[in-house]
């Protein structure tokens, strides 16, 4: 896997002397070399070679038992024995150096003896039947998972099928990535001596591949390095501006970021809180853009505090005495503890200012939050151990197995559908470069993870799979949206499936389709069916002309040139002729509201008609009125739905079985798929209404049934 990395022969990118996070040193592949030169150590006897390793895992593991990993190190450095770096170093220096780096983050027992034995059945003679043999299933599946496919087999399509495959593992075992992305790191590290073309196709798949993998998964600590390692290879003039800053601040006099810490650590003090505070200097990247963000920096800008605590009501007590006694940045506050990042990142960020103007940002949360900001998955100790009895009832199953998010559900669900090892390359780096999730409820209480920027399509195809096809709208938060309508965190999505067989995706989804799976699943519809891509093709759902009236057929007449029935209003006024207002066509047993008009006439609206205020506003009194005895009443109703043939008959027929009278009824030219029908009715009851409207709802392909509200005709 990592034969062509080689040690640099000159100083890699990062900078000697900037402050390194405690417990990541370089390893000595000098010293590791001649231990590993000398063999395996006497049975039974943890080799020198690596102890170090053994002593960073009992940090995490005091009581660990490390016979597993004497004896992958046994098998491994025999099996590599006479196997060189491009460096000149023994090449089984490079196992223990991903192995310590696995070690140091807390991965447990199983996870380092496969890192140590990840790259024997690829690069020497073990199989992996003897992997499975002598160090069980687990181990197995892990090695499998991050042995390359041989170019002999794939050809140019090997690196992204080799992916494709690790993805795979990954979705059964995340485990499988996390070797991957150390022994990336490491190979990064030891960049230097190759062909500059060859770090920088290496140095960009790591940045459009692996670190959004480590974002994803959580492990800040490989992320960060991994990036700096990458914008030394790719942006060597910026890296080296940014070094210069570095070194530059270093150098200067004072320490204001050290003087707020002192600051911080007595009002902590002073209010009985046990804390730790920490400074953590900034990485070359987060320098960078914080530099091109603001400009000049100062000096407080090339760190940040963290505060680490005991308990999460701690936290939230460091942030209220850290708002009392320094002047709060109120814009840089983020609680990421009540609403956790989808990568399990959690931590309270906040800035604050001291009477100078000096401004700190802050970071606060728990010692485990910070290992598993550090470290991720990789700080979950065994994830596939049996479940703890003490799991709370109906917590969402995203938050008991954190191992197998949504994102790399749906990673793995799309990859199954990309036709070809390049459609699956350019997609996978096009989702990955998605860096935020949101989460989108269905009326169920499920819930949808998507890609920030997701839209309607993209929550039909990620809830229905390519049965979203048939969808034909949906509703956001309880009101008719159309697919396109770009989704929020916390909308609630209802999504619409049309009735009619003929219901099939639009080429336009395509420009509203932002997650792979919706893409490919369009994609695929429309070479299948080229027809559809005609010109003159109909939306969905449209293919046969609506049903309307024509001239000779009763119910023709617009609506505003009929006046509703007043007969069953009765107003204090005598002898004034009394109108229905037709912007709310009030009906009984609606609250009303009268007002005189021109001509003597009295109108009659519903209490809560936009009418009602404006003529209130203009000084027009209000006349008492009430529902007569008579039952027959007349009402018009707003039909909204999807367009599909027949549906002005089906509607039709519903009224007619109701036994209510159509006195008149229009349709607009459709609109996006969508058809407004407005209907004039006469009901020989009020009491009728209800039955009525559940009715013409039930008609397939009505997603709304209302009461007339026209603002424009509001005026009397």
Not at 129 to 139: A, L, T
Not at 569 to 574: I, L, T
Not at 640 to 648: I, K, N, P, T
Request: charged share 25%; proline share 7%; hydrophobic share 40%.
């Amino acid at each position: 896997m990592s034969a062509e990395a080689t040690n640099p022969a000159t100083p890699g990118p990062v900078t000697p002397g900037v402050q390194r996070r405690r417990g990541r040193a370089r390893l000595d592949l000098r010293r590791l070399g001649r231990a590993a030169l000398l063999g395996p150590a006497t049975r039974d006897r943890m080799p020198d070679a690596i102890g170090h390793v053994a002593e960073a895992h009992r940090a995490h593991y005091p009581d660990a038992d490390l016979e597993p990993l004497r004896r992958a190190y046994v098998l491994a450095e025999s099996s590599h024995r006479g196997q060189m770096r491009k460096s000149g170093e023994p090449y089984i220096t490079h196992p223990l150096a991903v192995t310590l780096i696995l070690a140091q983050l807390g991965a447990e027992i199983t996870t380092l003896t496969a890192s140590l034995l990840h790259d024997t059945v690829e690069d020497t003679d073990v199989t992996l039947d003897q992997v499975r043999s002598e160090f069980g299933d687990d181990v197995c599946y892990l090695v499998d998972g991050v042995t390359k496919l041989e170019k002999v087999d794939y050809g140019a399509a090997a690196e992204p099928e080799t992916f494709r495959k690790m993805l795979v593992a990954t979705g059964n075992d995340v485990r499988v990535m996390s070797i991957k992305l150390a022994d990336r790191l490491h190979n990064m590290r030891t960049l230097g001596v190759m062909r500059p073309e060859k770090q920088a196709r290496i140095a960009k798949v790591t940045r459009d591949v692996l670190i959004p993998l480590a974002e994803r998964l959580g492990v800040q600590a490989l992320k960060t390095e991994l990036e700096d390692l990458v914008f030394a290879i790719l942006h060597p003039e910026e890296y080296s501006q940014v070094n210069t800053m570095i070194a530059a601040n270093a150098e200067g006099a004072g320490d204001p970021l050290g003087d707020i810490a002192g600051d911080v650590r007595g009002v902590l003090r002073d209010a009985g809180i046990t804390a730790e505070v920490l400074i953590r200097p900034r990485h070359f990247v987060s320098v960078h853009r914080v530099h091109r963000k603001r400009g000049e920096l100062r000096a407080a800008d090339f760190g940040r505090l963290l505060v680490l605590v005991s308990e999460d009501a701690d936290c939230y007590g460091v942030l209220g005495e850290l708002h009392t006694c320094f002047t709060p940045v109120v814009s840089e506050f983020k609680d990421f503890i009540a609403v956790p990042k989808f990568n399990l990142y959690q931590s309270l960020h906040t800035a604050v200012a001291r009477a100078d103007g000096e401004v700190a940002e802050v970071l606060i949360r728990t010692h485990q939050m910070h290992q598993v900001a550090e470290a991720g998955v990789v700080a979950l100790r065994n994830p596939y151990a049996p479940p703890s009895e003490e799991l709370p009832a109906g917590v969402d199953d995203e938050r008991i197995d954190p191992t197998r998010p949504g994102w790399l559900s749906r990673l793995l669900d799309w990859q199954q559908a990309a036709p070809d090892p390049d459609t699956f390359w350019s997609t996978l780096r096009e989702d990955l470069a998605q860096d935020r999730e949101i989460a989108v409820f269905r009326p169920d209480g499920g819930t949808l993870g998507l890609p920030a920027g997701a839209s309607c399509v993209d929550a039909a195809y990620a809830q229905y799979g390519d049965d979203a096809h048939a969808c034909i709208g949906a509703r956001v938060n309880g009101r008719l949206a159309t697919l396109s309508t770009v989704l929020r965190d916390g909308d609630t999505v209802q999504l619409l499936m049309g009735q009619d067989a003929g219901s099939e995706p639009s080429r336009d989804w395509l420009d509203h389709a932002r997650t792979p799976a919706a893409r490919i699943a369009i994609r695929r519809w429309l070479t299948a069916h080229p027809a559809t891509d005609a010109p003159a093709a109909a939306p969905a759902g449209q293919r046969e002309p609506l049903r309307q009236p024509s001239p000779a057929e009763p119910g023709t007449e617009s609506v505003d040139s009929l006046r509703p029935a007043a007969a069953n209003a009765v107003v204090d006024r005598e002898g004034a002729s009394v109108r229905l207002a037709g912007c709310c066509t009030p009906v009984p047993p609606d609250e009303v509201t009268a007002f005189a008009v021109r001509g003597g006439v009295v109108t009659v609206h519903r209490v809560g008609c936009p009418a009602v205020e404006r003529m209130k506003d203009v000084g027009r009194p209000e006349i008492g009125v009430r529902w007569g005895d008579s039952a027959e009443c007349r009402v018009t109703l707003i039909a909204e739905s999807f367009g599909r043939a027949h549906l002005l008959a089906d509607l039709t027929e519903a009224i007619a079985l109701e036994g209510v009278a159509v006195i008149s009824a229009t349709v607009e030219p459709p609109t996006q798929q969508r058809v407004r029908h407005t209907y004039t009715l006469q009901l020989p009851d009020a009491g009728h209404l209800p039955g009525l409207m559940r009715a013409m709802r039930a008609v397939p392909g009505v997603f709304d049934v209302s009461r007339a509200q026209h603002s424009a005709a509001a005026a009397p």
